[in-house]
Structures are given as C-alpha cells and as structure tokens.
C-alpha cells in the first residue's frame, strides 16, 4: 500500500528525515517510535503533503502513486488521514458541518453527490456511540475549548467517519487518561480491516498495549534504525532508547 | 445638477418653519462632509452627490411577492414603500404611528439635513411594563430609478420593557439610490433592546445610516449590524449612558467583495458610572473592497467602574482590498477597565491544512474558515431567525455549502 523510499526532507536548511525507507501492506499495524525530535511528526507531516516541508529525495509510493505529487487534500481523497498530534481549533464550524464538508468534498473528488442528510446522520450516530461521544458534541464548534482527550477523540471520530485505506495516528496517546485511552484504541482496533493500514507514532509503550502493532520501526535523528515485531516495543519500554541510537550514532557518525 | 441642487429645488417646494429653515441653511453652509473632516477622512461622498438623483416624493404599488422575498414572515410588521408606511401592526402595549418630528443632539451636516427635510419614517412607543414577545421587523423598499430618500425613526422603550427590532433597507430595482437614514431609541430604566439591521441591498444602493441610543439605568441595548451588499454604506452607531449600571452591546460583519465600501464608526459615550460596553466588528473584504473602522469610547469623568471592550478584526482576502481601522479611547475617570485591539491578517495556515488534510479542497477550506471567522459577531444575535438568516447570507456570499439544521 505505502512504499517510502530514501525520503529525504526538513525545513528550510535544516535536513529532518535522512532517507527513510518503510513499506507497509494493506491490514497492517506499524508502530513508529523514537526518542523527541527523532523525525516522527516531521514523517507524518511530509506523508499528509504539509507544504511548509521541503522534499529533497525520495518517493512516497501509495497505491502507485506517488503522493507528492498531490496537494494534501488529494491524498486525503486517496485515502491518507492524519490524526493530529495538536488539533486545531476552529471556532464557528460545528463538528457537524466540519464533517459533512470533508465527506463531501471526499465525494466531489469521487465524482459522486453530496451524502444524504439521513445517511450522514446514521454515520454519525453509529460512530459516535463506537467512540462514547455524547450527541451534544456535533455542534460544539471544532476543538474549541475541547479538552486534550476530546481533541484526541474527536480526530478518531473524523478518522471513523471518513475511513481512511491509511491512518496516521501522531501522538494520539499524549493528553489521553486510561479511560480516553482505551476508548480510543478500541475505536480504532473496531475500524481496522484487511484493507486499511495504520501508522501509530508514539512516544510510549502504553498505547501499544492496546493497539497491537504487527511492525516495530525506531526512528532516530531521521532514519529508522532498528525494526522488529511488537516485542520491540517492549524491550524498549524496558530498556530505553539509548541503547539503540548510541549503536546508530556510530555508524552514522 | 448634482444632488444639493436637487435638495435645494426640492425644500422650496415644502413649507418649512423657521427652526426647519435654520437647520437646513446650516446644512447648505457646510454642504456634505469633504474627505478634510477628521469623521470622514478615509470615506468620499464626493462622486456620490455629483450623482442627479431626484429627491421627488413618488409612489408605486409593489407585490405582495415581492415583500415575501426580503421578509422573516414576522406577525408584527412595518412595511414602507418609497417612504409611505403601507402596513403596521396591533401590538398589545405598544403605540406605532408614521413619522413624528423630533430634535436629535446630534448636529453634522447629514443629520441637519435629515432634521430638516426628512418627513417620512415611525414612530414606535413600547409601554412600561412590557414584554414584545415576537421581534418587529421593519422593512423599508424603493421602487424608484435614481432616488434621494430619507427616514426619521422614533423608538421610546418605557422602564422594565423589553423588545427586539429587525430591519431591512431594500431597492426593488438595479438602479442607484441614496437613503439618509436617522434612528433615535431611547431606553428606559431596566429596558431590554436589541436592533438587528440586515444591509444587503442591491450593489448600486448608498446608504447613511445613523442610530443614536440614549440609555437610562440598569439597561441592555444591542445593535447588531449585518453588512453584505450595497455599493457604499456609512453607519454612525452611537451609545450615550445617562444611567448608572448599563450595558451597549455592538456586533458588527462586513463581508464585501468587488468596490463594495463600508464604514462603521461607533462611539460610546460612558457617562455614568458601573456601566460595560462590548463591541466586536468582524470585516471580510474581496476583490477591491474597502472598509473603515472607527471606534470612539469616551469614559467621562464621574464614569468610575466602567468596563469597556472593544475588538475590530479583519481579514483581507485579496491584494487590492483595504481597511482603515482606528480605535479611539478617551479616558477621564481612573477606575476604569478597557481594552481594544484591532488585527489585520489573512487566514491561518494551520488551519488551512488541518481542512485540506481531511480533504477540504483550499478554496472551500478558505471560504469555511472565513466564514467561522466572521460568524462569531453573528452568533451573539439573539433573534433566532434573524441569526439563521445572517448565517445563510454569509455562507452565500462567501459560497459556503453548510447545513443549519444539523
């Protein structure tokens, strides 16, 4: 489904990603971790097309396409979603509205007509009680005055009711109590399917106990530098990081 | 030629008293205000008043349809058509009449005009003691080519009385016209008021607009003021707090396109002391758009307590659009607490690619974070219908696909 290769991009003068290379196959859980400032956001950011990055090498081949060749609201039309480690607020817009504008943008692009009111209701209905969201929700203006955790939720709700075929899940653990964070996770293990695929970036192991990942990728100062299965995330809760990026420090050096 | 002329063969024509002929001869001393008046330094009138407009009297019929177009179907309603009041309602405790001559304080040139000459309009009184369930609207139309017009308006709101307004200025033709409007309210002690003026006239209109409000104790009064259409509106918005514990709430959204022109200029004036007042101005301005800003609060000395607020934010969506924004505080009492701020600035980046980034396409993000940007000022309507209806003409001019009944 997604084929990075030798990415290489940052802002201004300043190289953030120094070639990443990543493969991820429809129906799969890949977890990126890594310690701050390792490139993880940058990686998520460069994927949705975040214009303020520049790409110098490499491709980001999805579906045999090459997403940077797209703005970023084509890649969402293709299928890309990206949960925000910091959502934004936008007052004046209803959760409603927001949603029923992305839909429909979605289903321009598509060449299809707008969503129905009544099937757009049903959506909503059924993804919000799979997320615990109450009903006055929807037309609370987007993340205003949200919480962390309602900001976090209502990225999974977006990401619930546009079904995106890739997830990028940026930190969507941080600002999560334990109940959030189970909500949350299991909102997402619900929409998984063996034709979408999810990119969890975190910092932490704790969101993993929840969200098995089937590929572990450390990144480290823009590279990956080790990659294993989800036991990896555990040696690493473990043991830390150094252990890995002092390894990769010197072959790097 | 040119509209003074016109006002000059049209006032001999009246017979005017001795006091009416004094304030018309000030206004013909000082003619219309020149771009030299501090009041008027970013705002011409000048290619404006060389225009032959008739000043005239005339009357047409005009269809019920047509009314139905620009009305909110209010039980209680005002209808003028070319200065005649054809329809007004029964409303328990409340007296409404045709226009009734009153002096105003407020003496520039327009106003001296509009005093002197001005013989159409109505009269509103609201009882004390009491609650106008449904708002009035009022709606004002010209059906003639190339017309001057002018209106004189009354409100009188006795103590522990509450009532809301919605207004509406409308030509029911493309040609150009020119309304010199002048409203005065008084609040009486403990009084509720609020006035929504929904401006989306047709894009050849002019208009000078002028509310003065007068407050007593312990009163509320909003003045909500909705621009969209029209080629060039001036609204003089003024507040004077006679009373101790009074409140003047303003709202204001300019969204303008093209060489629409529009200038708000409001002044509080807190006499008395333990009194707010609240202002928030949104501006939009497209194409070659201009807008003026000009908030003036005066604390005068005994207004101890006063808490005053003030915000004009705009955003300019195009290179040849402009704003002049001036935020004037006089301050004479000590104990006071006020803020202004202005901004100027265009759409925030990450917001745009937090809407792209769920597939929004950037015109139709920029035009939904526009239109969240400048329904704030709308969202403190408190008449649910007039609110619905500043919401969609927003979401049109803008071209914003939202559903208001989700």
Known sequence: MLKINNLKAGIEDNQILKGINLEIKAGEVHAIMGPNGSGKSTLASVIAGKEEYEVEEGKIDFEGEDLLDLTPEERAHKGVFLSFQYPVEIPGISVSNFIKTSINERRKAAGLEPMPAKELLKKLREKMELLSIDKGYLSRNMNEGFSGGEKKRNEIFQMAM?????????????????????????????????????????????????????????????????????????????????????EADKKWA | MGLINNIKSYSETLNLSAEKKDLFNSFLENGFPTTKDEDWKYTSLKKIIANDYSVEETGNDIDATEIAKYSLDFKNQLIFVDGKLISSPEI???????????????????????????????????????????????????????????????????????????????????????????????????????????????????????VDVYQENDSTCDVNTLIFGGSFTRNNLNFEQNGTNCESNMNGVSVLDDKQFADNHTFVDHKQAHCRSNELYKGVYLGSSKGVFNGKIMVRPDAQKIDAFQ????????????????????????????????????????????????????????????????????????????????????????????????
């Open chain 2, 311 to 406: 915000s004009n934010n705009n955003l300019l969506l195009s290179e040849d659009s402009t704003i002049d924004s001036k935020p004037q505080l006089e301050i004479y009492a000590d104990d006071v607490k006020c803020s202004h701020g202005c901004t100027i600035g265009q759409l925030d980046d990450e917001a745009l690619f937090y809407m792209r980034s769920r597939g929004i396409g950037v015109e139709e993000a920029k035009a939904v974070l526009t239109y969240a940007f400048a329904s704030e000022a709308i969202d403190n309507i408190t008449v649910s219908e007039v609110r619905l209806v500043a919401q969609k003409l927003l979401a049109k001019k803008l071209n914003v696909d939202l559903d208001f009944n989700l």
């Open chain 1, 162 to 246: 546009l079904e995106p075929k890739l997830a990028i899940l940026d930190e969507t653990d941080s600002g999560l109590d334990i109940d959030a964070l189970r909500i949350v996770a299991n909102g997402v293990n619900k929409l998984r399917t063996k034709d979408n695929a999810t990119i969890v970036i975190t910092h932490y192991q704790r969101l993993l106990d929840y969200i098995i990942p089937d590929f572990v990728h450390v990144l480290h100062n823009g590279r990956i530098v080790k990659s294993g299965g989800k036991e990896l995330a555990l040696e690493l809760d473990e043991k830390g990081y150094d252990w890995i990026t002092k």
């Open chain 2, 92 to 210: 328990k405790g409340v007296t409404i009449s045709g226009y009734s001559d009153f002096e105003s304080r407020n003496n520039d040139a327009i106003m001296n005009l509009n005093a002197s000459l001005c013989n159409n309009g109505f009269s509103i009184t609201v009882d004390k003691n009491t609650v106008v369930e449904q708002a009035i609207e009022i709606l004002f139309f010209t059906t003639t080519e190339n017309n001057f017009s002018q209106y004189r308006n009354l409100i009188i709101v006795g103590d522990n009385s509450e009532v809301k307004f919605v207004e509406r200025i409308q030509n029911l033709n493309g040609a150009v016209s020119f309304v010199n409007y002048f409203t005065r309210i008084n609040c009486g002690k403990n009084t509720n008021v609020e006035f929504n003026k929904i401006q989306n006239n047709t894009s050849n209109s002019i208009l000078i607009d002028n």
